[in-house]
């Protein structure tokens, strides 16, 4: 729909009916006024003999966001045609006064100039649902006014209806702010706890304080301070500040801000972060207690104390341990590497240091010992087949347990071992482990050395007869057990001592090695002795022959025995000389080196060939 601009002055005047509102007029509109007069004129000669009847309905609110397109009905009824109506919209100012911003009749439609909706304002009229349509674009804050639709026919019946345009603005995300400093518990006076603050929105919103998700309200130990401001951009802040009389509990307690605010069609909510604060109160007893370890303590340990009071008042703490006074640091005492000694009565002292009142608490340590380990006897040397007893004792706070081990395999339980019928399998380090079953890692060892006296032993190794190629090296070992160590010699049968690549000696057994160049079969021998007597062991190596060089022989003895048939093939057909018939010449050294005198003894003509086979001419024969 197209609008018509109005005219560039206008003077605005208001005319009232017997039975109606006063009606809009401009001294400039006096052709629209004769076109109007002259269009009654028309209705009373087709016979109107009754004032015409309009009705207008409008709803009582339009709500939009700022910024937003706001839409605004006027929903009318008559029993004339819309060529027979004038429409105008108004808006109302705050002191009252209406303000004219559209008109229309059967002749024109004009947009109001030099108004606040001038430019941004366009009207739909639709016949057929008896509908009028304010369209305001990009609506401001400024724009929440009163709309008056106003229709009035030719024949002076009349009505308007009127539309309360809202307008709204989300506000800002709220923030809240704590006290930095701690507040004091149980003070005659309230004490600020902090303070929220929600910006930019419209209309007003409105902060509630909660602790614990309980809202507080304003009473004698609850106070809220509330300020409003209005921004450049017309949009309202607002900020609230929270002051309490604090209790010890509210040490733990949760405070934040609930920000509620209008939106078109409801109502929103949003929450700030929640905040606590530092509450101080004094102590009214002391407790101190072992940190760690947890459960049964022992010797070597370290031992954590804790002391605290129920208060949080600033004060210094010291813990006593008989004569022995140990200051403490935040409130922790760290014992290292603990004693025995060091079990008893432990009393945590706290001395306020604003009021010097001394409150204590104690607690009670015992340190528990494992005495070291003692084996008797500690070393034994006895003869094959004898026996022996060995006993192993620890003194002990708590129930001990006693186990034997040799090579990491248990072999006996209690503090006694028997040593029966002993062999060289017997001998070797034992080691007696007595450890405290209630308390993890809590055990102590020593050892039994035994060794079993007697003539060498030669382990035997799986294989003894070795075959190697020709050429190789191979190594050879000798583990002998017996006691005193034995010594070992390696000799080869024809008496020939062998050097000792390596030799591992150790109180009751001897790991010899020995490398052999393998040139031909040999027989290498491992002599073990000692007081006691004498063992051996024998290697048998033999020597076999390279496979890859017998490859190579069997080779060359297939291509000589394949060029022995081509030569005998050759000589049988007469291709070499020496058979009757055939005899080969060498001529003399000459320029002509490169030929050859074939005879043939059908014609016994001589044919000269060259190198490649080539027959000559005869004169160069």
């Known amino acids: 729909m197209l609008l018509h601009p109005p005219p560039a002055s206008l003077t605005h005047t208001f005319t009232h009916t017997s039975d109606g509102p006063p009606l809009y007029r401009s ?71 209406k303000k004219n911003i559209y008109y229309q009749d059967a002749t024109m439609q004009v947009v109001e100039r030099n108004t606040q909706f001038t430019d941004r304002i366009m009207v739909n009229v639709t016949a057929a649902t008896g509908e009028v349509v304010l369209t305001i674009a990009n609506v401001q804050l400024i724009d929440q006014l009163e709309f008056i639709c106003l229709i009035k026919s030719l024949t002076d019946g009349v009505s308007e209806g009127r539309t309360k345009l809202l307008v709204f603005e989300k506000p800002d995300f709220p923030t809240i702010e704590g006290v930095q400093t701690g507040v004091l518990a149980d003070e005659d006076t309230l004490s600020k706890i902090g303070s929220c603050e929600v910006k930019n929105g419209f209309p007003k919103p409105n902060i ?94 370290s031992i954590i104390f804790n002391c605290h009071g129920n208060g949080n008042m600033a004060s210094s703490v010291s813990i006593k341990h008989g004569t022995t006074e140990y200051n403490v640091e935040s409130n922790m005492l760290v014992l290292e590497n603990v004693t025995r000694l060091q079990s008893g009565d432990y009393e945590c002292i706290s001395t306020d240091v604003n009021t010097f009142e001394e409150l204590s608490g104690n607690t009670t340590v015992f340190v528990n010992y494992l005495d070291p380990v003692v084996v008797l006897p500690s070393y034994v040397e006895m003869a094959q087949g004898e026996e022996w007893t060995a006993t192993c004792n620890a003194l002990s706070s708590l129930q001990t347990h006693t186990a034997w081990f040799k090579d990491g395999q248990e072999v006996s339980t209690g503090h006694i071992l028997m040593l029966t019928d002993v062999t ?120 076999k022959g390279n496979g890859v060089i017998i490859v190579v022989i069997i080779i060359c003895i297939l291509l000589l025995a394949i060029l022995g048939s081509v030569l005998y093939f050759l000589y049988k057909k007469g291709k070499i000389c020496g058979r009757s018939g055939k005899q080969d010449l060498t001529k003399e050294k000459s320029s002509k080196d490169n030929i050859v005198v074939e005879m043939k003894s059908d014609t016994e003509d001589a044919v000269l060939l060259g190198v490649n086979g080539e027959k000559l001419p005869s004169s160069n024969q």
Request: proline letters at 3%.
């Open 27 to 97: 001294t400039s509109m006096d052709a629209r006024l004769s076109a109007s007069l002259l269009a009654g004129l028309v209705f009373l000669l087709h016979g109107y003999t009754a004032w015409a009847v309009v009705e207008v309905s409008m709803e009582d609110r339009v709500e939009v966001y700022k910024g937003d397109t706001a839409q605004i009905t006027c929903m009318f009824t008559s029993d004339e045609g819309i060529g027979g109506l004038i429409i105008q919209w108004f808006y109302v100012l705050r002191t009252g006064e």
């Open 424 to 543: 060289f399998d017997t001998a070797g380090t034992y080691k007696c482990v007595v450890s405290v079953p209630e308390i993890d890692g809590m055990e102590k060892m020593a050892t039994l050395q035994v060794h079993v006296k007697g003539a060498p032993e030669i382990m035997k190794p799986e294989h003894t007869d070795i075959e190697e190629s020709v050429s190789s090296t191979v190594d050879l070992t000798c583990h002998v057990r017996g006691f005193p160590a034995p010594s070992v010699i390696w000799t080869t049968a024809d008496g020939k001592i062998l050097e000792t690549t390596s030799q591992t000696e150790m109180d009751d057994s001897v790991h010899s090695i020995v490398s052999v160049e393998v040139t031909s079969d040999l027989t290498a021998f491992c002599n073990a002795s000692n007081e006691y007597g004498a063992d051996a062991l024998a290697y048998k190596i033999k020597a």
């Open 208 to 301: 509630t304080w909660y602790r614990n998700n309980a809202p507080l309200r304003v009473s004698d130990v609850v106070s809220v301070v509330a300020s409003t401001t209005i921004e450049s951009s017309g949009l309202f802040s607002v900020r609230s500040e929270l002051n309490l009389k604090v209790m010890k509990e509210d040490k733990d307690a949760r405070f934040y801000c609930e920000v509620t605010y209008l939106v078109p069609g409801g109502t929103r909510m949003t929450e700030t972060n929640h905040i606590s604060i530092t509450v101080y109160y004094p102590s009214t007893a002391v407790h101190v207690w072992v940190e760690s370890p947890k459960g049964k303590i022992k010797e070597g340990d």
